[in-house]
């Protein structure tokens, strides 16, 4: 079994940051890819910023230039700075891991969610 923790979120002003964290633990090889993604209520799960081990990150248009994923791989753990941020990135916001259980075997895992809240 293989859990992804992430921190809270919270409420923060418009043009403010927050940073999220999220890690992941269990019997596991690797970990191949982490990533965020969030969901707003009433519309669909999207992809906010995803890294690869050993690729480079991929953002969402909306989150360029404002958000920045990185990661620790030692504690297996994945990061999200937000800045600048907009009552537009009100949602719930997920971590996701591409996990490689065994030989050939991968999952993929999701965090139990925060919910981060911009006001204007």
């Known amino acids: 079994q293989v859990q992804l923790v992430e921190s809270e979120g919270g409420l923060v002003q418009g043009g403010g940051s927050l940073r999220l964290s999220c890690a992941a633990s269990?019997?596991?090889?690797?970990?191949?890819?982490m990533g965020w993604y969030r969901q707003a209520p009433g519309k669909q799960r999207e992809l906010v910023a995803q890294?690869?081990?050993?690729?480079?990150?991929n953002y969402a248009f909306s989150v360029k230039g404002r958000f920045t994923i990185s990661r620790d791989n030692a504690k297996n753990a994945v990061y999200l700075q937000m800045n600048n941020l907009k009552p537009d990135d009100t949602a719930v916001y997920y971590c996701n891991a591409e996990v490689t259980l065994g030989s050939w075997v991968t999952n993929n895992y999701w965090g139990q969610g925060t919910q981060v809240t911009v006001s204007s």
């Open positions: 269990g019997s596991f090889v690797s970990i191949n890819a």
């Open positions: 890294l690869a081990i050993g690729g480079r990150p």
